[in-house]
């Protein structure tokens, strides 16, 4: 019987471990760190947002470049599949919550670690194996790769399955180190890291603008502008925190802020009435201004923002104490400037720590898309957030994850 060894006990390697099992296959699970799925825990604020119930022609354009690469996996397990999973073979019921999303009824990230742990069988996991050397004997009938353990210990497999994640969040076990074995041992090509996911950290200039409004949420088209060019645009909540930017419209721009940031001139321009131009506005504003000639303009701007976005747009303009009758022509259009075009300088790429995907990693022209097989090395497998692979928001990620697994498994039992 062949002999699988998975390396990394995150939320891809356990999804390979249970398919495994349902195989009747031996597999041994090795997880560098004292429990399987750590990063697992934290998906979903803990409530584990485990796949997106829409139809794969949708679903796939989560994916930005690599939605192509991800088709044949997505339409071989597909987010109606893992609910099947979930609920028949893992015994929990699932709910689904606005934009598609999929939740265990309980609310527990745990219930679904504990349970993918239980099915893949704690027999075949060994946690506090970390490896660091892979070696590769051609010629063995049984047995080809040797995994070394840092301890120094050697285990034999025919096959490998590599799902050792990203680079973010490290407490987790994922902490990028086991890009060296992809690269060096294995002989993959990485492309470059790029935290996704995650919040923008804003100039300290700009730092005032939006710590003053920390915890407010508002609805806005967001550019992001690079080397004056814009590199990418969204729609959808933005927060503002002491720090920044977050929310959804915000954390799906992050992946493209390169480490560079600063020397190429990086900006988040915000759109508070998106869809609508500037000389719309300002021709509602003006008639608004002559209807209420006694009230502030940060008043009548609460009409398109809420207040407190108003008053530090009206702040940014100048305009905080003086009511529609005195603001002079320059005075308005700085004030609908700021409404339809806030300028917010980036302070610096985001944190790598803080992210929640990664962005970057083994180079998809070098895994067949529809086995996640390695081209250079026969009897590899590379699947999860170890490969150049990120989704958006939304249970892309995990459903990418698990779709990998089940086609290197696959494979491996044809
Ligand atoms: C806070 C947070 C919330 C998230 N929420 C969601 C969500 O709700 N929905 C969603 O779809 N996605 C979510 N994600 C993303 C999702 O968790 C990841 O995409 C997914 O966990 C990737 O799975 P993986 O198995 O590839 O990597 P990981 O889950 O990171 O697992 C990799 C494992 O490999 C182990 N490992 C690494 N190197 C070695 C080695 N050399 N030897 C042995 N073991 C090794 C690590 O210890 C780790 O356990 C979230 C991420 C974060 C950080």
Redesign the pocket.
Known sequence: MIKTGI???????LWAACFLKKEGASFTL????PE?????L???HGR???TNRKPVSDLMQGYHEASKFMKPALSSFTPEDVMDFVHSELGISLKEEENNRIFPVSDKASDIRDALVKYAGEENIRTG????DIEYDRTAADGRFTVVEAGGAKLHFDVLIM????N??PQ???DG??YD?LEDTLGHKVTPLYPALTGIPVAPHDKEFTSSLSGVSVYAGAGLYLNNRKRNRTEGNVLFTHDGLSGPAITELARDIPENVKDQDGWIELDFTPGRDDTEVDKELLEQMRVKPDTRLVTIGADYVPQSVSHAIGRRAGVTDIKAAQITRGQRKEFVKNLKHLHLTIDRQPKFETA??TRGGVALDEINRKTCASKLMPGVYI????LDVD?ISG?????A?ISEAYIAVRDIMC
């Open positions: 390396v990394g006990g995150g939320a891809a390697g090795l997880e560098k760190g399987c799925g750590r990063k697992l934290l998906t979903g584990c947002n485990i194996f970390e490896v660091v799902a050792t994640g990203g973010t969040f987790t076990g994922s180190k086991s074995i929640y995907v699947i999860g957030e170890a989704g249970g892309y990620n995990l459903q994850a």
